[in-house]
């Protein structure tokens, strides 16, 4: 059934069909930093230690643990402790049913909306938007070359 557009007698285009399930945690989080945690995938600093079962560093305060000192030499970390639970949905449409994609995140009228609920995700996209403007518009609005007149109009 992929590949083809089919619709419902609704007029919904079931392929483009997603499932976003709030107040949930995301099934991959976006990696930060050049050595992300294993659990929280924000950049690790001083306070750090090795999970030997996925081969990353994990934050203390991910860890679980009140002193790295005194932790096992074979640690493993909250995400391998766990496991990954992987969840099928599907929607029933008629007599057929079909797979849905399940995202973490979606773009609606500009903003980032995602399944953890929160705003950060949204304040992070326009923050990276303006700095990407400001990069474009920079070399135009520092050079002093061109009249400030002019360089005004730019902004306006």
Not at 26 to 52: L, T
Not at 74 to 89: D, E, M, P, Q, Y
Request: aromatic share 8%.
């Amino acid at each position: 059934m992929y590949g083809k557009e089919i619709e419902t007698s609704l007029g919904l285009n079931i392929n483009k069909i997603k499932l976003m399930a709030m107040g949930t945690e995301p099934a991959v989080r976006p990696q930060r930093g050049r050595y992300p945690c294993g659990v929280c995938s924000k950049g690790v600093g001083a306070n750090s230690i090795w999970c030997q079962c996925c081969e990353r560093w994990c934050h203390q305060r991910c860890s679980g643990l009140r002193n790295l000192r005194r932790a096992e030499d074979n640690f493993k970390c909250l995400t391998c402790v766990r496991g990954v639970v992987v969840v099928s949905w599907r929607l029933e449409v008629g007599e057929d049913y079909f797979s849905l994609e399940r995202v973490d995140s979606f773009r609606c009228l500009g903003d980032v909306i995602s399944c953890e609920g929160g705003v950060e995700s949204t304040v992070r996209d326009r923050i990276s938007c303006a700095w990407s403007k400001w990069r474009k518009l920079a070399s135009l609005l520092v050079n002093h070359s061109i009249p400030l007149e002019k360089r005004a109009k730019i902004l306006f």
